[in-house]
């Protein structure tokens, strides 16, 4: 194999699967800020991964004939919406609300949640076999598993549910540690607000 007919089949279709893994990656991460509202990202986002795009279907365009091209943008389209999945849930990006649904007595979790610093709001309901207690609280994404442990420790046979929520606005978080590089953002903030 020559060193052209190496870099047509081999190297070329290669490429063509790395720019599609980043384009779709870059394209799942885009819809997620979308739904979360996030003007100013989703179209840089949108920017970078159609340029990408370009570049890889303009060396498809030019060998046309190069089966093994398809190939690399087929497998890189799916294995970019894999790897954009796996980033989205790695950066856990915005809030959910929970939803427990209890048989049992609720106070334990409620009690523990209040303790970790959670907000939460209980309602009095009737379900199918019965009264029931619902516990509504918003939590960070990053957060969830600590919660759904809380629950699952005082009730783990309790139904869950969970939802994304694209707006939070005067809920109860814990509070958090903050990192050295957003301390100082916030003394500036807290400075500003004393002028």
């Known amino acids: 194999m020559t ?3 190496f870099f047509n089949w081999v190297i070329l279709p290669a490429l063509i699967f790395c720019a599609r893994i980043i384009d779709v990656s870059i394209g799942t991460m885009r819809i997620v800020y979308i739904g979360r509202g996030k003007k100013f990202l989703a179209p840089l986002l949108g920017f970078f991964e159609v340029f990408i795009w370009l570049i890889a279907i303009g060396q498809i365009f030019k060998h046309l004939d190069n089966v093994a091209c398809y190939f690399g943008w087929a497998g890189g389209f799916a294995m970019g919406n894999y790897v954009g999945m796996v980033i989205e849930d790695k950066l856990a990006i915005g809030a959910q609300i929970l939803r427990i649904i209890c048989r049992e007595d609720s106070q334990q979790i409620t009690e523990h949640l209040k303790s970790e ?3 939460i709001t209980l309602v009095n309901a009737e379900g ?3 009264a029931v207690k619902i516990i509504f609280t918003v939590v960070m994404r990053k957060d969830l598993p600590k ?3 809380i ?3 005082h009730n783990p046979k309790a139904f869950y549910t969970v939802e994304d929520v694209q707006r939070v606005r ?12 957003w301390f100082i953002l916030q003394l500036l903030k807290m400075d500003r607000k004393k002028k």
């Open 128 to 130: 199918t076999a019965g």
């Open 117 to 119: 610093g959670y907000g």
């Open 151 to 153: 629950m699952k420790q």
């Open 3 to 5: 060193d052209s007919a």
């Open 147 to 149: 919660v759904l442990g």
């Open 170 to 181: 005067e809920a109860v978080f814990p509070l958090a540690v903050a990192r050295p590089r």
